[in-house]
């Protein structure tokens, strides 16, 4: 059984590779300069932005190891000085990689999506190293796309689990989405029902688009802009939307990025 079977993903690729590859290219933009802001986490320096990512693989190597099916337990760690950090997530995400390679996908634990079980936890993984690489480096005064496989996996396993309904506050998306990842091709359609619920398909390839599959919105961008936008590192505006931006920008701010 491959690793696209195995964890459920949408995509070919290998999830602990690119766990591994994104935490490391972080620790290395990060080491440049750790007081640096963090555009994408507003408040936060790229020291703040290693501590967070130390500490989130921690917990989930917890969950995992653990096989915790309540977080009640869980104890965070204490914060590393300053100079430890870096090496810390270094030797924190082989920790990590140990704990996921190790567990049956299968296996029931925690988590705060409606999946349950330590499949979950890889997949996600994979998105929580990428964009947070991307934050780093970006911090670091350069900026590199997302690697378009892990994206697009990314952005189907964000609309599965992220966008089932409207965070407090948010203002009703007002018409459909689709989202084109021009690299990949793969096609998402997004609804949102009277109570607030969304509701999306990913379109065959060669499926045209017809009066069920047109939207009001559409935005056509590699997969890592899409995916980037999902976690509001990209304004809708920035993707040359088509139709009407202003339901883009909607979808984007009705959902959790956390």
Same mark, same amino acid.
């Given at each position: 059984m491959d690793h696209r079977e195995r964890y459920d993903l949408a995509t070919d690729?290998?999830?602990?590779?690119?766990?591994?590859?994104?935490? +490391? !290219?972080? #620790?290395?933009? #990060?080491?440049?300069?750790?007081?640096? %802001?963090?555009?994408?986490?507003? @408040?936060?320096?790229t020291a703040d932005l290693v501590w967070h990512v130390l500490e989130v693989q921690f =917990?989930?190597?917890?969950?995992?190891?653990?096989?915790?099916?309540? &977080?009640?337990?869980?104890?965070? &760690?204490p914060r590393p000085g300053t100079r430890e950090l870096v090496p810390a997530?270094?030797? @924190?995400v082989e920790h990590l990689l140990d704990v996921l390679?190790?567990?049956? &996908?299968?296996? %029931?634990?925690?988590?705060?999506?409606?999946?349950?079980? $330590?499949?979950?936890v890889v997949r996600h993984q994979v998105q929580e190293a990428a964009v947070h690489r991307w934050d /780093?480096? *970006? #911090?670091?005064?350069?900026? #590199?796309?997302?690697?378009? /496989?892990? /994206?697009?996996?990314?952005?189907?396993?964000? +609309?599965?689990?992220?966008? &089932?309904?409207?965070?407090?506050?948010?203002? %009703?998306? @007002?018409?459909?989405?689709?989202?084109? $990842?021009?690299?990949?091709?793969y096609r998402w359609l997004v609804r949102e029902d009277a109570e607030g619920a969304a509701h999306w398909r990913r379109l065959d390839p060669t499926e045209p688009v017809t009066a069920?599959?047109?939207?009001? !919105?559409?935005?056509t961008a590699p997969a890592s802009d899409l995916l980037l936008y999902l976690y509001r590192r990209r304004a809708a505006k920035q993707l040359a939307p088509l139709g009407d931006? $202003?339901? $883009?920008?909607? =979808?984007? +701010? *009705?959902n959790p990025t956390g």
């Open positions: 690729l290998d999830p602990f590779h690119r766990i591994r590859v994104d935490t +490391l !290219a972080m #620790a290395d933009a #990060a080491e440049r300069d750790l007081t640096a %802001p963090v555009e994408g986490c507003p @408040g936060w320096t =917990f989930w190597a917890t969950v995992v190891g653990e096989r915790l099916r309540e &977080p009640d337990g869980y104890t965070e &760690p997530l270094r030797e @924190g390679r190790a567990a049956d &996908p299968a296996e %029931p634990v925690f988590t705060w999506a409606s999946r349950q079980d $330590a499949g979950w /780093a480096e *970006r #911090a670091a005064g350069r900026e #590199a796309p997302l690697d378009a /496989a892990a /994206a697009t996996d990314g952005v189907e396993e964000f +609309l599965r689990y992220s966008t &089932p309904f409207r965070v407090e506050g948010a203002t %009703p998306m @007002g018409g459909s989405l689709l989202l084109e $990842a021009t690299d990949t091709g069920t599959t047109s939207a009001e !919105a559409a935005l931006e $202003a339901v $883009a920008e909607r =979808f984007a +701010l *009705r």
